[in-house]
């Protein structure tokens, strides 16, 4: 089955420049924004909101970061780790914004490094392991939609800080889903073997997505990509039965507290250094 290039169409609404990243000159996403918590937004709500949306970017980023030297080509490898990059820039800057709105005036640091996994808030899609690139690309395409559709709604939330982080935010996930999207389709419609891996790796996403749409609710958007996808890729729609528990109620797998054991450690053996 031809694609027809779906993963274009996904892009349509967002025809500017969508491959950019902080920190690459750019101007500041915090720039010019006054930081004062307004009136009418509750700051505990806020930084809550900011911390978990910052804990899934950086679970994703540290997931992404395992398929350095180890992705199918260079070129993906590339892609991932710049798509890793993207991630961690949102959650410094929401890590940023929690500690200004909470009053503790804690930097992304302490959030990152210095809380253990029952105090993350990521949903539990992000911490599941790599497995083979088929999952990796079919989780991309879920999260990278689900977070891309609330973002397009926090644009224009009344904290102006957090507004502006998704802006931005909306420039990067916008390729992030692009370039899931164009992976599922070509290994849903590749080889025999391809396409079961892909299959599978559906299979495997499924039970978490109604975590999601409970987290956000943005289950129409998402199903419509997923939909949209997988009928270019001759895949069939993921059936979810949600599995019990949430990462945002502080529930979370097993795979959690390793991956942040390896992503704390010179953090926590080195504390308060600086290089």
Known sequence: MSDDHVYLSLAEGHEDDTRWAYG??????????????????????LAADCV?????????????????????????EVALANIGLDLLGQARLLYARAGQADGTGRGEDAYAYLRDADDFRNVRLAELPCGDFAFSAVR???????RLAHFEELSSHPDPVLAAVAAKGVK???????YAAEW??????GTDESH???RRAMEQVAP????????HDVRDEVVAVLRQVTEAAGLPMP???PLPGAGRDGEHTEHLAPLLAELQSVARAHPGATW
């Open 24 to 45: 690459t000159g750019f101007e500041d996403p915090l720039h010019g924004v006054d930081t004062t918590v307004l009136e009418g937004v509750t700051a505990g709500l």
């Open 52 to 76: 978990a949306l910052a804990d899934d970017a950086l679970v994703s980023a540290q997931r992404l970061a395992e398929w350095t030297t180890r992705a199918p080509e260079l070129e993906e």
């Open 140 to 146: 991309l395409l879920v999260l990278s939609s689900w």
């Open 172 to 178: 990067e996930l916008t390729y992030h889903r692009q």
């Open 184 to 189: 599922v389709v070509r290994l849903g419609d």
């Open 196 to 198: 079961r891996r892909t």
């Open 208 to 215: 978490y997505l109604g975590e999601l749409f409970t987290a």
């Open 239 to 241: 059936v979810y039965r």
